[in-house]
């Protein structure tokens, strides 16, 4: 029977690798179309890149630069604040789960919807922290839009109760629109039925909240997400150990370099800047460094630009900037 079923996997893997009529998720696929690298064969869960912004996003609200200026006029599909999503497909259906909601969830909804192909399923929210561009999308699950039922929601348990006792928050409570589920730090909960994440306190503004990333955990395949955290050496745990126990992470990446904060003092900023984060991993082998991919770029940011030489810089370096609708194989 074993021996049966490896016998039409491998068939339906040739037949896969050799039909090119129709678009099928890869390791690696990107929205724009580039280079697959893997042809996927069954039902594997994937990540889905949302969005790639700092909290404000693009354009961003008083920005008169040129970052922003032309987005005022024709705003851009593909500058989304920063959010990963989860697809579980299965026999009977399948799962959703989506890593922050943001102030562009109603349209990060709609693309995972659309890419898994599970057009009525609402998904499960992961949140990391309660700033703006991580939260405040919840507001659509309330009777003002969605009028969701039960939606479950993840959160530390000091977001919990502010989400709990400060409206509006508190009335997607009492209206049942969301079902908050708590999270204990470095304790695995389930995600969908074949993905899994365990919560990891990380240095922050903690404000309102706690602040977490997440370690996700799928059958093959693990992702590191930290979106917000202040400089590496500020966190009990060591970057290059945690980076070591996954295979792909997407990572602080608010500023390149100092001359985009005016040549202030980088120390002096709650984020690890990407030049910083590239030197401080520059010693690993070429493999490691290439599990990095930068995340949660603020609208200044030069690698918005695939153009721009930091962009090169960057990948020159062995490193990757997310890409808004990458998906990639749990
Ligand atoms: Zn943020
Ligand atoms: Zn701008
Ligand atoms: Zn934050």
Known sequence: MAFMKSAILAILCIMLSFSCAEKSAGDEVAGDGHQMEFQRIDNTPLLHVLGTLQDGGAPHMGCDRPCCRNLFLRPATNRKVV???ISDRSEEGGE??????????AGQLHALQSSSGLKDVLPSIFLTHAHIGHYAGLMNLGREVLGAKGVPVHAMPRFRAFLETNGPWDQLV???????????ADSIVQVTKRVQTIPILVPHRD????TVGYRILGPSRSVLFIPDINKWALWERDLKDELAIVDRAYLDATFFDASEVGYRDMSEIPHPFMV???SFLSALNASERAKVHFIHMNHTNPCLS???SAYRQ????????ARIHDEYAL
């Not at 009492?174 to 204990?184: A, D, K, Q, T």
């Not at 404000?207 to 706690?210: A, L, M, N, P, R």
């Open 207 to 210: 404000e309102y909240s706690e």
């Open 174 to 184: 009492s209206l049942g629109n969301i079902e908050l589920n708590p999270l204990v």
């Open 306 to 308: 695939d153009t721009s």
């Open 83 to 85: 959010s990963l999503g």
């Open 314 to 321: 960057v990948l020159n370096a062995g490193f990757h900037v």
């Open 96 to 105: 959703l789960a989506m890593f922050e909601a943001t102030p562009d969830v």
């Open 276 to 278: 910083e984060t590239m």
